[in-house]
């Protein structure tokens, strides 16, 4: 049997939902985006949201000129602290999903990318213990 994600879902202290896509290794590669989600139902919405759209072109905007790609799309940008970050946003724009920690390198952030697509397609979706 091949080894699978999971989107670890929570509620948290103002109860709001969110998740976690984590690898077979328990590495979290992303974290849902914004606030949060009112209800479970949306949760999941979110999560199928980030499995249909996980093969999006990537925007660099880390480059002094880039063009602006149509959502579906990730955005690779640079952070406050000089790191890459990137951010999975659906086709109406909204933001889905982001790295949850920043990236030393910009190939390093791409293969962050390439894991969200590999383990969120099979992920189980599963409350946190």
Do not use: H
Request: aromatic share 10%; with cysteine; proline share 2%.
């Amino acid at each position: 049997m091949a080894a699978k994600g999971q989107f670890v879902y929570y509620q948290t202290a103002k109860g709001y939902w969110n998740y976690r896509l984590k690898a077979s290794n328990d590495a979290t590669i992303a974290v849902s985006g914004g606030t949060g989600y009112k209800d479970l139902r949306s949760l999941k919405a979110g999560i199928e949201s980030v499995r249909k759209n996980s093969g999006a072109k990537v925007e660099d905007q880390t480059l002094k000129s880039y063009e602006p790609l149509k959502n579906p799309k990730f955005e690779i940008y640079l952070d406050k602290a000089g790191k890459y970050r990137f951010r999975l946003k659906a086709s109406n724009g909204e933001l889905i999903c982001t790295s949850e920690d920043g990236y030393a390198s910009k190939d390093s952030c791409k293969k962050g990318i390439a894991s969200l697509a590999k383990w969120a397609a099979e992920a189980e979706v599963v409350p946190e213990e």
